[in-house]
Structures are given as structure tokens and as C-alpha cells.
């Protein structure tokens, strides 16, 4: 039997991470995520995490730092982080993008 079940998000009303993003539809497989009006400043910890992202840019611009490989991002990119690359962000203008994850970050404390 094919799953039927459907999920709505109220953005408004999502839960949030460690590090601000709000949590928006997830199923088993696949998670998304928003990270709204991020301020502008240096570069995170690298790290590598056990799942894959996909992102789009909304606003603002930011650089990604893959296995030593530069990428900017700006409004209307989008970009790919596989899964355990070394990675980090640095944010330049107060950014916001909405991303996915496989698996669901937030699942098994995927996040921190």
C-alpha cells in the first residue's frame, strides 16, 4: 500500500535547532529546513555530517567552503553538499535559504 500520509508546515510555528533553523516538512526520507535573516559573519566550524544537503538561496549571499573548494551563493543558487564532505558557511549579507537533507537532519541528533 502506497503511503498517502501529507504534511503541512506552518513556518510560523516550527520548531527550531541548535543554530537557529527552523524545521519545516520532513518524511522518513527527506527533511527541510529554513535559515532565516542569518547576520553576517565569519565562517563556522568545519564539519562533516552524516547526511547529504541540497540548498537554495532566498536572499542575501554567503560562501561555501567544501573540501577546500570555494562556492559563493547568491539569490537563486543552489548547491549540494554530500554526505560526511568537510564543510563550513560564511555568511556575508544577512542570508536566508531553505534546504534539504537525506536523511532528515534533525533525526537522531543528526544536527549537532
Given amino acids: 500500500m502506497a503511503d498517502t500520509t ?3 508546515v ?3 510555528h516550527s520548531p527550531r535547532g541548535p543554530d537557529g533553523q527552523k524545521y519545516l516538512a520532513a518524511s522518513v526520507h527527506v527533511g527541510m529546513r529554513l535559515w532565516e535573516g542569518l547576520p553576517a559573519e ?3 566550524p568545519a564539519a562533516r555530517r552524516e547526511y547529504e544537503t541540497v540548498g ?3 536572499s542575501g549571499r554567503a560562501e561555501l567552503h567544501v573540501e577546500g573548494q570555494v562556492v559563493k551563493l547568491e539569490p537563486g543558487d543552489s548547491w549540494v553538499v554530500p554526505k560526511g564532505a568537510e564543510h563550513t558557511y560564511k555568511v ?3 542570508f536566508t535559504a531553505v534546504e534539504a537533507t537525506h536523511p532528515p537532519a534533525h533525526v537522531h541528533g543528526r544536527d549537532e
Avoid: A, F, Q
Fill in 6 to 8: 501529507v504534511t503541512k
Fill in 56 to 58: 537554495y538561496v532566498i
Fill in 10 to 12: 506552518d513556518s510560523k
Fill in 42 to 44: 565569519g565562517p563556522k
Fill in 92 to 94: 556575508l549579507d544577512t
